[in-house]
């Protein structure tokens, strides 16, 4: 039976309804508790809200998907999602456990006129998939939770005109916070990391020894995450954290290191190994080359030679 079309959620007043939980005291920001929620998935629900989600479960009785990953919950995770992004629920039978935690809703409208509404595009853990979540500590736990019961409380107190100032300097402190504790995972769990970067490296070379490359031109950054079956921001911040560089300049670096080789041991012309690199123009390939190495790709073959 195909999924039913997904709900849309476009106010916070209108994702507490539907969750049947308590009204929010705020109509553009609050903190909701997931052990007050009573809705029951008796089956599975996907639903588009238009505002920010920031949630850390435990104990989670539900699978979620997100992309095209299924994510099963245990305890002391956090992931992030932005407005608009595709959220598929359904609850798991196996579990009788009691699903706690919290998440914050956060209303683009709240963030208007505040530096917050344009910085809060640069934390790119908004675009990880499920599958990503941010593995908390008990202590990360208990920092980023301490925060959000402040908001809770802000949210609760009577409005003043300090109220907007004090949300956002707490919303600003947890998603600092949260990018630390990326930053710290990239790097703590560097065995899966490596496993990553491993199968980077093979499917980069399995591509550029393929035909694919005098066809498509070179993979794209898309192309790549979707073969890791990641998502494209979360592949670049681990190899940023553990390499220094982008999945983008892993990319270069591999056609580079082709077109050294083509250089080095054939007697093709610039304008054909641009040709087999994918480049249309030799002019582009000549360009690139010169950026990565210094030299030009005829300085390079006659310093070679």
Same mark, same amino acid.
């Given at each position: 039976?195909?999924?039913?079309?997904?709900?849309?959620?476009?106010?916070?007043?209108?994702?507490?309804?539907?969750?049947?939980?308590?009204?929010?005291?705020?109509?553009?920001?609050? $903190?909701?508790?997931?052990?007050? $929620?009573?809705?029951?998935?008796?089956?599975?629900?996907?639903?588009?809200?238009?505002?920010?989600?920031?949630?850390?479960?435990?104990?989670?009785?539900?699978?979620?998907?997100?992309?095209?990953?299924?994510?099963?919950?245990?305890?002391?995770?956090?992931?992030?999602?932005?407005?608009?992004?595709?959220?598929?629920?359904?609850?798991?039978?196996?579990?009788?456990?009691?699903?706690?935690?919290?998440?914050?809703?956060?209303?683009?409208?709240? *963030?208007?006129?505040?530096?917050?509404?344009?910085?809060?595009?640069?934390?790119?853990?908004?675009?990880?998939?499920?599958?990503?979540?941010?593995?908390?500590?008990?202590?990360?736990?208990?920092? *980023?939770?301490?925060?959000?019961?402040?908001?809770?409380?802000?949210?609760?107190?009577?409005?003043?005109?300090?109220?907007?100032?004090?949300?956002?300097?707490?919303?600003?402190?947890?998603?600092?916070?949260?990018?630390?504790?990326?930053?710290?995972?990239?790097?703590?769990?560097?065995?899966?990391?490596?496993?990553? *970067?491993?199968?980077?490296?093979?499917?980069?070379?399995?591509?550029?020894?393929?035909?694919?490359?005098?066809?498509?031109?070179?993979?794209?950054?898309?192309?790549?995450?979707?073969?890791?079956?990641?998502?494209?921001?979360?592949?670049?911040? *681990?190899?940023?954290?553990?390499?220094?560089?982008?999945?983008?300049?892993?990319?270069?670096?591999?056609?580079?290191?082709?077109?050294?080789?083509?250089?080095?041991?054939?007697?093709?012309?610039?304008?054909?190994?641009?040709?087999?690199?994918?480049?249309?123009?030799?002019?582009?390939?000549?360009?690139?080359?010169?950026?990565?190495?210094?030299?030009?790709?005829?300085?390079?073959?006659?310093?070679?030679?």
């Amino acid at each position: 039976m195909p999924d039913q079309k997904p709900v849309r959620i476009k106010t916070i007043s209108e994702y507490h309804k539907f969750m049947q939980l308590p009204m929010p005291e705020h109509p553009l920001v609050s $903190v909701a508790r997931f052990e007050d $929620v009573k809705r029951q998935y008796k089956e599975p629900v996907s639903r588009i809200m238009d505002f920010y989600s920031i949630a850390i479960k435990r104990n989670a009785n539900v699978r979620m998907k997100y992309g095209q990953q299924d994510y099963d919950f245990n305890e002391g995770i956090m992931f992030c999602m932005s407005p608009g992004q595709l959220l598929r629920v359904e609850m798991d039978k196996t579990k009788k456990r009691e699903h706690t935690g919290w998440n914050l809703l956060i209303h683009p409208d709240f *963030l208007w006129n505040t530096p917050l509404a344009r910085t809060i595009k640069k934390y790119e853990y908004f675009q990880y998939s499920v599958n990503e979540a941010l593995f908390l500590s008990p202590k990360e736990e208990e920092t *980023l939770t301490g925060i959000m019961q402040h908001i809770e409380r802000e949210c609760q107190a009577n409005v003043d005109k300090f109220s907007q100032d004090v949300i956002i300097a707490q919303i600003e402190l947890l998603l600092t916070y949260t990018q630390r504790f990326y930053h710290r995972q990239f790097l703590t769990r560097k065995i899966t990391g490596h496993k990553i *970067l491993d199968r980077l490296e093979q499917i980069l070379s399995d591509y550029f020894n393929s035909e694919d490359l005098g066809k498509h031109g070179s993979p794209s950054v898309v192309y790549i995450a979707e073969k890791l079956n990641i998502s494209p921001n979360y592949l670049s911040d *681990l190899l940023k954290a553990l390499t220094g560089q982008s999945t983008r300049q892993h990319i270069h670096e591999k056609l580079i290191e082709k077109a050294k080789e083509r250089l080095s041991t054939t007697n093709l012309s610039i304008g054909e190994i641009a040709y087999e690199l994918g480049f249309e123009y030799p002019q582009s390939f000549s360009k690139l080359f010169k950026t990565k190495t210094k030299l030009s790709p005829v300085e390079f073959r006659q310093s070679f030679n």
